[in-house]
């Protein structure tokens, strides 16, 4: 079925078919980690009242900074899960896009290249700028 409306454009069905789970599951972690971090920001940080621009932006440049001593233990650990969560996101995208079977189709017809040339030795000319000569190597 999806074949027929892919027939004109580059993905094939499997591609089709991992990006829209990569989409889910993605959806889904995000979802996870925004519900975990509005739950902690609304019961653990409290927020300023608002009065007017002037309050919001005063002391706008001071930068606080607290020893870990004093850094309760769940907000440590909070800050390092979301810390952490930006590069989970990113071997969850390459999970899907590395293994799969056009990709795997690639890195064979790549290891076969690399092993044809392999076989090859370079010979210098001389020059910088020339672009070396290959002669089989017996």
């Known amino acids: 079925m999806f074949a027929m409306y ?5 993905l094939t069905t499997s591609c089709y078919l991992r990006l829209m789970f990569m989409s889910v599951v993605q959806m889904f972690w995000s979802l996870i980690v925004t519900s975990y971090t509005l739950w902690f920001s ?3 940080i409290p927020l300023r009242p608002w009065k007017n621009w002037d309050f919001v932006h005063s002391n ?3 930068i606080d900074q607290f020893e870990n001593v004093f850094t309760p233990e769940l907000v440590l650990t909070t800050y390092y899960i979301l810390w952490w969560a930006v590069p989970i996101s990113s071997f969850i995208f390459v999970g899907f ?6 990709s795997v189709a690639s890195y064979k017809a790549l290891f076969k290249q690399l092993r044809k040339e392999s076989n090859f030795k370079a010979k210098s000319t001389g020059s910088l700028l020339s672009i070396p000569r290959y002669a089989l190597v017996s």
């Open 6 to 10: 892919l027939s004109h454009s580059a």
């Open 42 to 44: 609304v019961y653990f």
């Open 60 to 62: 706008f440049s001071r």
């Open 97 to 102: 896009f590395s293994f799969g079977k056009d």
